[in-house]
């Protein structure tokens, strides 16, 4: 069954390719969104869709994406960059450019994709963060940039309630992708996490994808303006990582 068109940005790698697997399963038509035009184009025609270069921190490419688009029904802000950085050291222009890609280009997608959303009753679904709600030290202007996303998810869901789109967030904890693989190198660090993580394991760019697909979905028909935290318990679990912290791990 046809399902219609969706739009993952960031789809060339990681939780965004699971995204765009994910909903070319579901019956969409996909558009692959990345940066990066050799990972796009692998990805669109793993799924049988379409590959779009965009550099989405620059306004004018955005909007160029933006014209070449006919219909849609699901937009899904995926992108993100999480380079690290000490808060003292963080300029305004590193700072800014987090923004720019993590808060601003799902804003200007949005805002720009709204009518043709609005026609077809669409959904819109931001991969936030578990640190929009927790402080990530270290990581710069990351969780500012997604407490941004999620705000404005909320802010979306009520302002443009008239349009008929629906608009809620995914919020991952830790998942194992290519952008974060030299964060998740050592098999004892590893292991000590996942110990202590509820749901035992990192997660896997399949489980966020599915919740995507939900959000999608007619059957989330009455959500809206929703963060739903698939981190496998992370963000809940602060008092057994004291404990194994006060225990020497
Ligand atoms: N992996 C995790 O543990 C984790 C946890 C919480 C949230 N997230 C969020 O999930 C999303 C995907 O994360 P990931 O781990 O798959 O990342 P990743 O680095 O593996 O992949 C990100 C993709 O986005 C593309 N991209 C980056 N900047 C871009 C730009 N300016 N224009 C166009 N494309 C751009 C990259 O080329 C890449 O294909 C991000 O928004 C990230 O913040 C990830």
């Not at 219909?71 to 963080?90: Q, Y």
């Not at 004892?188 to 996490?193: A, I």
């Amino acid at each position: 069954m046809v399902m219609g068109e969706a739009l993952v940005t960031g789809a060339g790698q990681g939780i965004g390719r699971a995204i765009a697997h994910r909903l070319a399963s579901d019956g969409y038509s996909v558009t692959v969104v990345d940066r990066d035009e050799t990972t796009a184009k692998v990805v669109a025609n793993d799924v049988d869709g379409r590959a779009t270069v965009c550099d989405l921190s620059d306004s004018s490419a955005i909007e160029e994406l933006v014209t070449s688009v006919r219909k849609l029904d699901v937009l899904v802000n995926n992108a993100g960059i999480f380079p690290p950085s000490p808060l003292k050291d963080l300029t305004a222009e590193r700072f800014r450019h987090v923004m720019d890609v993590n808060a601003i280009a799902p804003l200007l997608l949005t805002q720009r994709l709204l009518p043709l959303l609005s026609d077809t009753n669409g959904s819109v679904v931001n991969v936030a963060s578990m640190a929009s709600k927790v402080a990530m030290p270290g990581a710069g202007a990351y969780s500012p940039s997604k407490a941004a996303l999620v705000s404005l998810t909320k802010l979306c869901a009520v302002e443009f309630s008239h349009s008929g789109v629906r608009f809620n967030a995914v919020a991952p904890g830790g998942v194992l992708t290519e952008g974060t693989a030299q964060y998740t190198a050592d098999p004892d660090r590893e292991s000590r996490f996942n110990a202590v993580l509820p749901l035992g394991r990192r997660g896997s760019p399949e489980d966020i994808a599915d919740v995507v697909s939900f959000f999608a979905s007619p059957d989330s028909r009455y959500i809206t303006g929703q963060v739903l935290y698939v981190d496998g318990g992370l963000s809940e679990a602060t008092i057994p990582f004291l404990r194994a912290a006060q225990d020497g791990g």
